[in-house]
């Protein structure tokens, strides 16, 4: 056949597939052909056709006339005369230079290298057919397997499924079909994102018009691989344009309207004259049409309404891509199929760098680090990868560094013309809202910036937009995500902006940025003047976390600070106080830790905008300042403050959530309506604070002996901490209403003889009594907190006992460890998951099968105990050491789930029942010290063979030799010294470890083992032991090692 009837463009199908029926047409064939069908692959199919000994001449030009042939090499391939006649045919075309056919080998169920020699069953079955046929055809047969299975193709015994394999197939015959253009091949991972996009085109469909959205933030590479695509597509569609969208200006809409759909019909019809002289050519001249049509960089709604209004616009087949950083606009235009260009991998986005700067998807050795920081600056936005792995081909190490010296200061000039785009498309409002989040609220929660800004701006539809516009992320937990180098933009636009005019600054940051905006390059006195619409200044800069003495002065203080300002971030601030002048109306959130202030200001200020106080560890505050108008605080943090006396009163916040006076030692009063105004709950910690009793408030907090405070309010704490208070005997008389308290913790209260009435406290979660020595029991009314989950009571070396006939439905957590003078533990709740109870008093437990949720139990030291607790089939971690146990019955095997059992130092232990080998999940035993019993470790594997009996492995912590023996269902016996043989008679005994060379004996019984577990003759076999020891029987009828 002539090579021009046969060429790419006119060959009839794609793919021609070779096949035995009987193995794969109903299996594996019919998923692939649809897997090639969904990707507009035209295959072959021989319906109709009677398959003989002689190959039919339609199969010969369909051969011919396929791009691609795939043959499947199956079981019973070379039983069929067709099949093998197929396959030289083949050969010839692929072999043929003007034919050039591409062959894809699949082994479906057998091995490449028996079809390539003719062995194994594949060759029996070759054999078979080659009886009584001429030389001349078997050797043309055999030629044809040896040379078709050498080529590279799929074996799919080694894929992870049929299906993943049919997957890789199908792609592997769609890229060959249709490359990357040239100019795409070598973009890394492009091939992954056309892949995807065109799996939302549903290009197997070919009555279907549909539209596909690409939407992704700028510089994210959506235009390069929307041309990648729109090459590749091409050719299946005769009627195709690619158009960009074009900003204009000018009040002539319809002008505009009917030069794009000239714009689109030009392009699609090839008629560069064409003349539109009224709307709704486009749809005129297209309905009956297959067209492909790509509008790339869409920010304008009407611009898709004039040229693709709706998909009935175009003839059946049609696909149409808008490529957009707006994902709103999508949605209005009613596109739901939408794909999302995502930043690629760290390590993908190393292979671009490496790509663009080296040529190869790796850097040199010496270049590694300088290559990774490059990338880790750009944000790993391909763009940024682009423009500075091409700015840095084939340059020298030590320019590379010069470069990424440059870029942590700024922006590359490439990157940020490209990135500007989209903020200039922004509205101003948005622009602004754009800018704080640069400057303040990137990685921050939703509500920050809406603290920040108040109830006069629309936070959420301004964040909305942006989002929508991919300049940043809203995550699914309401923080604000955006890309550094946007930060970068907002800061470099900032600069820009004020440039030669500090005044107009609305952000200040970092020592180094506040020096740079003053002509003299220090701050003075009166440094801040004339920085009318300064709201952000923060002074923070870890070299200054050095002595007092040592960090920048002002000695003169200062004379302004902006009106405008809402955040005010200084810590090591060297001033006394702040301006007297100085205006906090607008102050959202005030942070001065480690601070020099002795005084924020005097009188009386309009807080109503303050959020936010943090004074934390400022040495020389004596005092806070009215806060009796700071109605929204949040939060207020003096904590470290070592010489305030004084809190200020009244606070009247009803939105605080907490208040940090930890380490106040010298602070004496608390204001008494604190607990009054907070609906939500307050969380407070004043550790360390010496309250005077006779002040009203929280005075009950103030460490003090037996005080009864008569105007505590509590009904909003939500969190009570007064560990390590040495001074209280006890909280207050009768009972108090504690609805909202969730966390109490009275730890290391040594003094403490009894906790208050706590009925109320209905939403108790965790209540920490740890070393509380002086408590000897609990309130009975501890039964009415139906949501406990932890109760800690370790080292209460005084306590007694626990209330009875109480059932604490969500108590998870019991520790009790060191409560030396308990001697019982009552039920106290059917829901415990985790109970310690080393070292107590205790003899014996209540019947632990009651106790359905238990995991871990662990009774270590418990010195009186002697019996094996009962314990519900759900344990798993078991601790029993130190304990004056003496068996372990029979029921253990009960315990399916358990993981993990600790015997050690049970020194009065003497039998063992080896129902303990049933245990399947069984990880660690350790009988260790336990008078030479045993010490056994399994991996909770059983094995039913012998191959793995006696395996050597290390020693454990004990010191014992230790050596792997599994009793599986072999029949096969092992070799004892003793001249005695152990043989399986039913018990499974998972990797059983012995000690070898210990030098101890013991005597052993089995109380249980009945008649079931081993059965001894004289019979060896397998290699020698003479290490292991065996218990044997005497005259005496007991156990010896």
Request: aromatic share 8%.
């Amino acid at each position: 056949m002539a090579s021009s009837s046969s060429s790419p463009s006119s060959r009839r199908y794609d793919v021609f597939p070779s096949f035995s029926g009987v193995d794969v047409r109903k299996t594996f064939l019919s998923h692939l052909i649809e897997a090639l069908d969904r990707r507009s692959i035209n295959t072959f199919m021989d319906h109709g056709i009677v398959r003989s000994c002689i190959i039919a001449d339609e199969l010969i030009t369909a051969i011919r006339e396929a791009r691609i042939s795939i043959v499947i090499f199956s079981e019973n391939y070379a039983s069929s005369t067709w099949c093998l006649n197929e396959l030289v045919e083949i050969h010839k075309c692929h072999k043929d230079k003007d034919l050039d056919q591409m062959v894809i080998p699949v082994f479906y169920g057998v091995d490449p290298s028996h079809v390539r020699k003719q062995i194994g069953g594949f060759g029996d079955v070759f054999k078979k057919t080659c009886e009584d046929k001429p030389e001349d055809q078997k050797q043309r047969w055999v030629k044809a397997l040896t040379d078709i299975s050498n080529l590279a193709g799929e074996d799919l015994r080694n894929g992870p499924s049929e299906a993943a394999m049919v997957v890789k197939i199908a792609n592997d015959v769609s890229n060959k079909l249709f490359p990357l253009p040239k100019g795409f091949g070598d973009l890394v991972g492009i091939e992954d994102h056309i892949e995807a996009i065109k799996l939302k085109l549903c290009l197997e469909s070919k009555e279907a018009r549909i539209m596909v959205g690409i939407w992704g933030q700028s510089g994210i590479g959506k235009s390069t691989i929307g041309r990648a695509l729109f090459s590749q597509l091409s050719s299946q569609f005769h009627h195709r344009a690619f158009i960009t969208y074009k900003s204009t200006s000018g009040s002539d809409v319809s002008g505009m309207k009917l030069s794009w759909e000239k714009e689109l019909l030009s392009e699609i019809l090839g008629q560069k004259d064409i003349k539109i002289e009224h709307f709704g050519v486009v749809e005129q001249r297209l309905k009956h049409k297959k067209v492909l049509i790509l509008l790339d960089d869409v920010d304008n709604l009407e611009f898709l309404r004039t040229l693709v209004g709706k998909a009935e616009w175009f003839g059946s087949g049609s696909r149409i891509i808008v490529i957009t950083q707006d994902r709103q606009l999508l949605k209005a235009h009613e596109i739901d199929l939408i794909y999302e260009v995502k930043l690629p991998s760290q390590g993908l986005a190393l292979k671009m760098i490496c790509q663009y700067a080296f040529g190869k998807y790796s850097p040199p050795d010496d270049f590694k680090e300088l290559a990774f920081e490059v990338a880790k600056l750009a944000g790993n936005l391909p763009l940024g990868l682009s423009v500075l792995g091409s700015s840095l081909k084939r340059r020298s190490k030590e320019e590379w560094m010069e470069m990424l010296a440059e870029l942590q200061n700024g922006l590359n000039r490439d990157i940020m013309k490209t990135l500007r785009v989209s903020y200039v498309r922004l509205d101003p409002k948005d622009q602004d809202i754009f800018h704080y989040i640069a400057w303040l609220f990137n990685g921050w929660k939703v509500k920050s910036i809406k603290d920040f800004l108040g109830d006069g701006v629309n936070v959420n539809i301004r964040l909305k937009t942006l989002d929508d516009k991919s300049l940043i992320r809203l995550t699914p937990n309401d923080t604000i995500e955006m890309h550094n180098l946007l930060q970068k933009l907002a800061t470099e636009i900032d600069r820009e902006e004020s440039n030669g005019n500090p005044g107009k600054r609305r952000f200040l940051e970092n020592a180094e940025e506040i020096l740079d905006v003053f002509t003299d390059n220090t701050v003075n006195e009166n440094s801040f003047q004339g920085m009318l619409n300064l709201q952000y200044l923060k002074i923070h800069d870890h070299s200054w976390w050095q002595p007092r003495e040592t960090r920048m002065r002002l000695p003169n203080g200062l004379v302004y600070l902006p009106r405008k300002l809402k955040w005010l971030w200084w810590d090591n601030c060297p001033l006394k106080r702040l301006p007297s002048n100085f205006k906090a109306e607008y102050l959202v959130e005030l942070r001065m830790v480690n601070s020099d202030l002795e005084k924020l200001w005097n009188g009386t200020q309009l807080l109503g905008s303050l959020k936010k106080m943090i004074l934390r560890n400022s040495k020389y505050l004596k005092e806070i300042p009215d806060l009796s108008y700071a109605m929204n605080l949040e939060r207020l943090d003096i904590s470290d403050c070592e010489v305030l006396e004084s809190f200020p009163s009244p606070l009247n916040s009803e939105s605080l959530e907490y208040l940090d006076l930890l380490r106040c030692p010298k602070l004496r009063n608390f204001p008494e309506t604190i607990m009054q105004i907070s609906p939500y709950g307050i969380d407070i910690d004043v550790a360390d604070c010496l309250w005077n009793k006779s002040l009203p408030g929280l005075d009950y907090l103030d460490c003090l002996r037996r005080c009864n405070p008569s105007k505590f309010l509590p009904e909003h704490l939500v969190n009570l901490k007064l560990r390590g208070n040495n001074m209280l005997e006890k909280l207050w008389e009768g009972v108090q209403s504690l609805g909202k308290l969730e966390r109490m913790d009275l730890s290391e209260c040594e003094n403490l003889i009894e906790i208050p009435d706590l009925s109320k406290a209905t939403n108790l979660v965790n209540l920490n009594l740890s070393n509380c020595k002086s408590l000897v029991t609990l309130p009975s009314t501890i039964g009415n907190h139906q949501k406990l989950y932890t109760l800690e009571m370790k080292e209460c070396t005084g306590l007694k006992v626990l209330p009875m006939d109480v059932n604490l439905s969500s108590l998870h957590t019991v520790n009790l460890k060191g409560c030396s003078s308990l001697r019982f533990f009552p039920q106290i709740s059917k829901s415990i998951a985790v109970l310690n109870l080393d070292d107590t008093a205790i003899e014996e437990v209540p019947c632990f099968e009651n106790f359905s949720r238990l995991i871990v139990l662990s009774m270590r030291g418990c010195k009186s105990l002697r019996r094996f607790p009962q314990i519900s089939t759900s344990i798993q971690e078991l601790n029993l050491a130190d304990t004056a146990i003496e068996q372990v019955p029979c029921f253990i095997e009960n315990f399916s789930k358990l993981k993990i059992l600790n015997m050690s130092g049970c020194k009065k232990l003497k039998n063992i029942s080896p129902n303990i080998f049933r245990l399947t999940w069984l990880k660690k035993v350790d009988f260790t010290d336990c008078g030479g019993v045993i010490s056994a470790l399994s991996d909770s594997t059983v094995v039913a063979t012998m191959d793995d009996h006696y395996e050597k492995i290390e020693k454990m912590r004990c010191g014992v030799q230790l050596l792997h023996m599994t009793l599986g269902n072999s029949e096969e016996d092992f070799n004892l010294p003793c001249g005695q043989t152990v043989t399986d008679t039913g018990l499974t005994a998972p990797n059983l470890e012995l000690p070898l060379g210990r030098g101890e004996s013991s005597s052993i019984s089995y109380p249980c083992l009945e008649g079931e577990a081993f059965s001894v003759d004289s019979m060896i076999t397998k290699r020698q032991a003479k290490e292991i020891p065996i218990a044997h029987r005497d005259e005496d009828s007991e156990a010896s090692w």
